[in-house]
């Protein structure tokens, strides 16, 4: 597997560590089960995947390199590198500056920009019309292209799904960057619409079966689909891709949901004439996490932490998919433990910062912390709310004592 040159700063002397000694002890990553770094009065229950993935660290790898090689260059990205703040902020700090934002809204006007220019994509991709007005530029677009390789394996099955003569469906946030250019490349000969979840997944059954009128159904989906779809065709022959940061046990529900709901109108014997078999899109990388999550949920534990930016998908569902067993707190970093006494942290449902008191419980036996943290996350952020807790709970055990236990 490649090794990734990215600044220092990113790495730790704990998470890397531990990530190192699960890597000889699992190298084919068949082991879901989390470790536990004992530190006598706390252990910390860390998922067995967690972090930068290789799309994110291709992408941060390559940022650095563009700094690097280009020192009289202006350097622009798209937008966000990577949903994590901490990491867009040290970019800019090197002077990449942002030509939109997380939502496509301009930040910098195209006119400012020229042929020697370096902009970089992201790791979520580009729009082929945002592509066009580069390449019209005159800006080389493929030197410093980090785009997801998953993601491209979504677009390219997209394109084969077109070709077959499929519908698009994609399981993703609408204003979501990555969606928004999955939408775009689908579009090039295909008619797509995006769904987000299972609800809006029963909206187009209800249709197929005739519950509800076209009229009905677009009205629903306004703004979600491309010019001319027209579902008494478009939703005779589909496929279903997804936004790679999506949880991928949902995107499969929403699978096998509409496929019965083809069986269910088509018959069995027909299906493989009305649905597609896209399994193979879901990337590996959040597969893994997800996996790694519901890992957690079979320990026992006084609450959970996890880390990352409040903007980033993946991270979110790790939250949605942890809060019903424990008390479950989303932060950015270490800064958001205040104290023994107060946590501040991200509602993923009011989308508000809220704190809470007396998050930690005041117990005899070990206390328990779950851990773990999205994909854009680095590892020495996790280290630092680890060594954040050590500091707070006055822990005299060393990190080498520690180890010696697992």
């Known amino acids: 597997m490649k090794q990734f040159e990215i600044p220092a700063f990113y790495r730790s002397p704990i998470i890397s560590r531990l990530k190192a000694q699960r890597k000889l002890e699992d190298p084919r990553k ?53 949903h994590n703040p901490d990491v ?4 800019t700090r090197n002077g990449i500056k942002f030509i939109q934002d997380t939502d496509g809204s301009q930040l910098i006007p195209w006119s400012e920009i020229n042929s020697n220019d370096v902009v970089i994509i992201p790791a979520f991709g580009t729009t082929v019309e945002i592509e066009s007005i580069l390449k019209k530029i005159g800006v080389n677009v493929a030197s410093y292209n980090t785009t997801c390789p998953f993601v491209e ?10 070709s077959d003569k499929h519908t698009v469906i994609i399981h993703g946030k609408y204003n979501h960057e990555e969606t928004r250019a999955t939408f775009s490349r689908s579009a090039q000969n295909a008619p797509v619409i995006i769904i987000k979840d299972i609800k809006e997944a029963a ?11 076209s009229e009905q159904f677009l009205s629903f989906f306004q703004g979600k689909y491309t010019e001319g779809f027209d579902p008494t065709i478009d939703l005779t022959k589909i496929g279903v891709v997804n936004q790679t940061t999506m949880l991928a046990t949902e995107t499969q529900e929403i699978t096998d949901y509409l496929r019965e ?40 534990a006084d609450f959970a932490l996890v880390i990352g930016g409040y903007n980033s998908s993946n ?16 932060i950015r970093s270490k800064d958001e433990l205040i104290s023994t006494e107060l946590i501040e942290h991200f509602n993923i449902h009011s989308k508000t910062l809220e704190k809470t008191s007396q998050y930690i419980p005041n117990k005899t036996s070990p206390l328990d912390i779950i851990v773990t943290s999205g994909a854009s996350c680095p590892d020495a952020m996790v280290d630092g709310v680890i060594q954040r807790l050590l500091d707070l709970l006055q822990i005299s055990t060393t990190i080498e004592e520690a180890f010696s236990k697992i």
């Open 30 to 82: 068949k082991d879901f089960s989390p470790s536990i770094i004992d530190f006598g009065k706390v252990r910390f229950i860390v998922a067995r995947h967690f972090g930068f993935c290789y799309g994110v660290e291709n992408a941060i790898e390559i940022s650095y390199k563009a700094l690097k090689e280009n020192p009289d260059k202006k350097i622009y990205l798209l937008s966000q590198m990577i």
């Open 88 to 91: 867009n902020d040290d970019l």
């Open 153 to 162: 394996k979504v677009w390219n099955r997209s394109e084969k799904l077109g």
């Open 203 to 213: 909206i187009i059954q209800q249709f197929i079966k005739k519950e509800i009128s």
């Open 261 to 300: 709901t083809m069986i269910e109108k088509y018959g069995i014997e027909h299906i493989k004439e009305h649905i597609a078999d896209t399994r193979d899109t879901l990337c590996y990388a959040t597969n893994d996490n997800q996996s790694a999550t519901f890992g957690l949920l079979e320990k026992d």
């Open 315 to 330: 991270t979110t569902h790790l939250v949605e998919l942890l809060e019903p067993k424990f008390p479950t707190y989303f």
